[in-house]
Every structure is written in structure tokens, then in C-alpha cells.
Nanobody, 114 residues
Framework: QVQLVESGGGLVQPGGSLRLSCAAS????????MSWYRQAPGKERELVAV??????TNYEDSVKGRFTISRDNVNTVSLQMNSLKAEDTGVYYC?????????WGQGTQVTVSS
């Protein structure tokens, strides 16, 4: 069983920045997409950003221009979050999907508050 371990969450003031990282516990072959989702209190989990094996990225409209997803190495993905807003608060989950499997991280809390 592959584990995805996220790090980098925390408390930040509005306008601040955080960088989330996610690493797989072992090699995942043929990853198709790496993604970050978030779940705000009382809301459903939503896709925030995705990067394909070919390097194509896509973002949820509210984070475009502020968040950047990157694949740091074969089994690590990061999310640079700038100009954070209160509405970015939530639990952020990493997801890695291959032809044979889909794996989720345990989530890391991001709180944007003054």
C-alpha cells in the first residue's frame, strides 16, 4: 500500500504564502496525474490544481494566478500558494493517479486568518 505524506500546512495571515509538499512512500509507476484537492468546513472536497504526466496544469478558477502546482521529482508534488485568502482555508489533500491505482494523502490543514 502506497502512502502519500503531505507537509507544509499551517496558519498564515491573509496575503501570506505557504508551500505544500506531498511525497509517495514508494515508487508509483506510470502516474497519469498528480493533484491537490481541498475541503473547506461544511463543503465538499474540490479539485484545486492538477498536473499531468506531460506537464500540463489546470487550476480551479479562484486560485488561478495565485497557486502553482509542480512535480518536483518522480513521486513528489508541491503546491505553492501565494496571496492567500480566508476562503482558501481548509484541509488540503494530495492525490496521485496511475493506470492501476489512485492514492490519497491524509490531508494537511491550511488556515488563513488574521
Amino acid at each position: 500500500q502506497v502512502q502519500l505524506v503531505e507537509s507544509g500546512g499551517g496558519l498564515v495571515q491573509p496575503g501570506g504564502s505557504l508551500r505544500l509538499s506531498c511525497a509517495a512512500s514508494r515508487l508509483i509507476f506510470s502516474i497519469n496525474t498528480m493533484s491537490w484537492y481541498r475541503q473547506a468546513p461544511g463543503k465538499e472536497r474540490e479539485l484545486v490544481a492538477v498536473i499531468t504526466s506531460g506537464g500540463t496544469t489546470n487550476y480551479e478558477d479562484s486560485v488561478k494566478g495565485r497557486f502553482t502546482i509542480s512535480r518536483d521529482n518522480v513521486n513528489t508534488v508541491s503546491l505553492q500558494m501565494n496571496s492567500l485568502k480566508a476562503e482558501d482555508t481548509g484541509v488540503y489533500y494530495c492525490n496521485m493517479k496511475s493506470r492501476l491505482s489512485e492514492n490519497w494523502g491524509q490531508g494537511t490543514q491550511v488556515t488563513v486568518s488574521s
